[in-house]
């Protein structure tokens, strides 16, 4: 079961309403680059729009047979997609290859984060009651984006400073369709 499918909460205490994610500490201090899912229907018709309402990318799903989300931008058409398989599949331009989506997300059984690889660099996702975080791995785990979820919209924040890291922007976009989609991770 998709653990980010559950009802939504904003109410203090208790565990994550992730679900198996672990509680991350916010962010403090940095500059935050915002991004915004405008939905359409949800998450999985929407439009990313960034910094000065510029459009980065749109999602959008078959209605008919909901099996496939597509994600294009200003320069491709096709820059990445989801098949809504029994075993969903992803792929994001040359930033994530295709595979399993289990796979580039993977849950780790023993924290309940779920770790994935951005440029070669490993980074953990985590949450707290409001937020779904992106941190940095090792002995001091620093955030590098955080997803929130609204009535209308996500909003995808990444420390500016994060962005020099190739395929972040996409690999953020990605995690968010895949966590908010109310679908199997499997």
């Given at each position: 079961m998709n653990p980010f499918a559950g009802q939504w909460t904003t109410s203090g205490g208790g565990a994550s309403v992730f679900g198996a994610l672990p509680f991350a500490s916010p962010p403090s201090g940095p500059h935050l680059v915002p991004f915004n899912f405008r939905f359409k229907t949800s998450v999985l018709n929407s439009e990313v729009v960034g910094p000065n309402d510029r459009l980065y990318f749109r999602v959008q799903t078959d209605e008919r047979q909901?099996?496939?989300?597509?994600?294009?931008?200003?320069?491709?058409?096709?820059?990445?997609?989801?098949?809504?398989?029994?075993?969903?599949?992803?792929?994001?331009?040359?930033?994530?290859?295709r595979q399993r989506a289990n796979d580039w997300v993977q849950l780790d059984s023993r924290t309940g984060a779920r770790q994935t690889t951005i440029a070669g660099r490993h980074f953990t996702w985590a949450a707290d009651n409001q937020h779904v975080y992106l941190q940095s791995t090792g002995s001091h785990p620093e955030v590098m984006a955080r997803i929130t979820r609204q009535s209308r919209s996500v909003s995808l924040e990444i420390v500016a400073q994060a962005l020099s890291v190739p395929g972040i922007l996409e690999s953020c976009v990605m995690a968010t369709i895949l966590f908010l989609s109310g679908r199997e991770l499997q």
């Open positions: 909901n099996m496939y989300t597509g994600i294009s931008s200003q320069q491709q058409v096709n820059a990445g997609h989801i098949e809504w398989r029994p075993t969903t599949l992803i792929e994001f331009s040359s930033v994530i290859q």
